[in-house]
């Protein structure tokens, strides 16, 4: 059954923080890896890595994915207040379906 | 940007009701699926549907769910008899294409249903 992990399961920083979310996975067929920023209420689409060592960015954000060590990582530089929300990872194992992991709650204290 | 909308945004039912949950899709996306994520715990994927039939679904989808798309821009999750465990925020989610085509998933705000 294929499976996400995610870590750490909650967060706490100060606003101009630099954090790390991680992710690890162990999937069949995988074809690959989303971030999601979930607030509320809709997950919100980040990131989708297919490739290995090969980084995304998006202004502060940025994410990287290892097929070999089977991870991925999230981070997030300067934080700020809106940045806090619970980071949502997901595999597409092939199947037309994602596998999520049970998210990361990050909270940003000004 | 387009998004995916989902009615109603809060669902109460008694025990044994019926419930219908609405979702328009994103106008041009061809691939459409249910999630649920019940309070506290993982998202939980339902069913996707394309070229009007289902193509994948979890072992959470039995007799008592099904989906329809009744006209050119409706998708629905029908829920037959609901149990006090069906409670939980449901999401509609699009894609233009396969997920393995580089086609991400864009969720609709969800509709959380309260079965008591």
């Known amino acids: 059954e294929d499976k996400v992990v995610q870590s750490p399961l909650s967060l706490v920083v100060h606003e101009g923080d630099t954090v790390t979310l991680n992710c690890s996975y162990e999937?069949?067929?995988?074809?690959?890896l989303l971030w999601y920023k979930q607030e509320k209420k809709a997950p919100t689409f980040l990131f989708m890595l297919?490739?290995?060592?090969i980084e995304k960015k998006s202004g502060r954000l940025s994410s990287i994915l290892d097929k070999k060590e089977l991870f991925s990582i999230l981070n997030i530089t300067a934080t700020q207040t809106g940045d806090s929300a619970v980071y949502l990872c997901?595999?597409?194992?092939?199947?037309?379906?994602?596998?999520f992991g049970q998210g990361t709650r990050l909270t940003i204290n000004p | 940007e387009p998004e995916v909308t989902q009615t109603p945004s809060h669902q109460v039912t008694q025990m044994g009701q019926e419930v219908i949950l609405r979702c328009v899709p994103i106008?041009?996306?061809?691939?459409f699926y249910w999630y649920r994520q019940i309070l506290g715990q993982k998202v939980e994927f339902l069913v996707s549907?394309?070229?009007?039939?289902?193509?994948?679904k979890s072992e959470i989808f039995d007799d008592q769910f099904s989906v329809e798309r009744p006209d050119g821009s409706n998708f629905t999750l029908k829920i037959r008899s609901t149990k006090l465990e069906d409670s939980a925020m449901y999401f509609c989610?699009?894609?233009?294409?396969?997920?393995?085509?580089?086609?991400?998933?864009?969720f609709g705000n969800g509709t959380r249903l309260t079965v008591t």
């Open positions: 297919t490739s290995s060592g």
């Open positions: 106008s041009n996306h061809l691939y």
């Open positions: 999937v069949t067929n995988f074809r690959s």
């Open positions: 989610a699009s894609s233009f294409s396969r997920i393995s085509y580089n086609s991400p998933l864009h």
């Open positions: 549907f394309y070229n009007n039939e289902i193509s994948e």
């Open positions: 997901a595999v597409d194992g092939g199947a037309q379906k994602l596998v």
